[in-house]
């Protein structure tokens, strides 16, 4: 995972996202009102599947 602040984004914005598609890797970006996180759309999918199919096997939980 990559930390960057806002600045050094907007310079490299194409060549970080690059990275983040090709790796599969994250990037934290720190601003002054918090942190955000980029993802790929691959890993972003996936952790929807999981919590999808963690939801759907929790008894407790009507879905």
Same mark, same amino acid.
């Given at each position: 995972? =990559?930390?960057?602040?806002?600045?050094? +984004?907007?310079?490299? +914005? *194409?060549? +970080?996202? &690059?990275?983040? $598609?090709?790796?599969? &890797?994250?990037?934290?970006?720190?601003? =002054?009102?918090?942190?955000?996180? $980029?993802?790929?759309?691959?890993? %972003?999918?996936?952790? +929807?599947?999981? $919590? %999808? !199919?963690?939801? =759907?096997? &929790?008894? !407790?939980? &009507? *879905?």
């Amino acid at each position: 995972m =990559k930390v960057t602040n806002i600045s050094v +984004l907007r310079r490299n +914005l *194409f060549s +970080l996202i &690059d990275n983040v $598609i090709e790796n599969n &890797d994250s990037i934290t970006v720190s601003t =002054k009102n918090g942190n955000v996180v $980029i993802i790929s759309e691959t890993e %972003y999918n996936a952790m +929807l599947e999981t $919590i %999808y !199919h963690n939801v =759907k096997e &929790d008894p !407790h939980i &009507d *879905f």
